[in-house]
């Protein structure tokens, strides 16, 4: 991969990000989002593409706004005349892809062990983030494939507070996990 000065970048097997300040042959030096400059290896990066930052359908609309969009489009015609108990039940999932060729522009020169790194690394980002910004639901997209990944998101999943089972397999397939995510009460 050709990195140039001035690309955002992530390391593959750390949760460091930051802007790439010098290309050299063997070395790209970055700066960390913290000001720090670091070395790496070109194959120890991977771009981050502005369509990468959030992967998420909701991307450009924070939790509330998602909830006023559902509101006002359910309040079309024929809606009820009364509002449910719990809105979040009304909302569609967060859909995350984990195919590699969605986190990354190209794979070239990644082993097995990096790219399942990048989608572990990812998953873990999307889920955390669903967590903070209160998203009930999330639908991990991993393929069928030899269900390496799928073992591996299983066991994140038992660091978090959320309980998981084989997302719609009529919208889906066999390559997907739905993620419920126990949300505790604000107060």
């Known amino acids: 991969m050709n990195f140039k000065i001035g690309d955002n970048v992530a390391v593959l ?7 790439v300040i010098e290309v050299h042959t063997n070395k790209i030096v970055i700066e960390t989002t913290d000001g720090f400059p670091f070395d790496f290896l070109p194959k120890e990066l991977v771009v981050i593409r502005e369509s990468q ?14 909830l006023e969009k559902i509101n006002h489009t359910s309040s079309k015609k024929n809606a009820p005349k009364f509002k449910t108990a719990n809105i979040n039940d009304k909302l569609p999932p967060m859909e995350v892809d984990l195919h590699i060729g969605q986190l990354t522009s190209s794979s070239r ?3 097995n062990y990096d790219m399942l790194n990048l989608q572990i690394q ?3 980002y999307k889920l955390e983030f669903a967590i903070k910004n209160r998203i009930p639901k999330v639908v991990f997209i ?9 073992l591996e998101l299983e066991f994140l999943f038992k660091n978090y ?17 739905e993620v419920y995510i126990y949300q505790n009460a604000k107060g």
């Not at 097997?13 to 802007?19: A, H, L, T």
């Not at 959030?54 to 509330?64: A, G, H």
């Not at 089972?165 to 009529?170: H, L, N, T, W």
Request: hydrophobic share 30%; glycine share 14%; proline share 0%.
């Open 161 to 177: 507070n959320v309980k998981w089972y084989e997302a719609s397999f009529k919208k889906y397939g066999l390559g997907a996990t």
């Open 109 to 111: 020169g990644m082993d």
């Open 142 to 150: 991993h393929g069928k494939g030899e269900g390496v990944l799928k």
């Open 53 to 66: 930052k959030e992967l998420s359908k909701f991307s450009d609309i924070s939790n509330e706004n998602l």
């Open 122 to 124: 990812e998953a873990k």
């Open 13 to 19: 097997d750390d949760v460091i990000k930051g802007k």
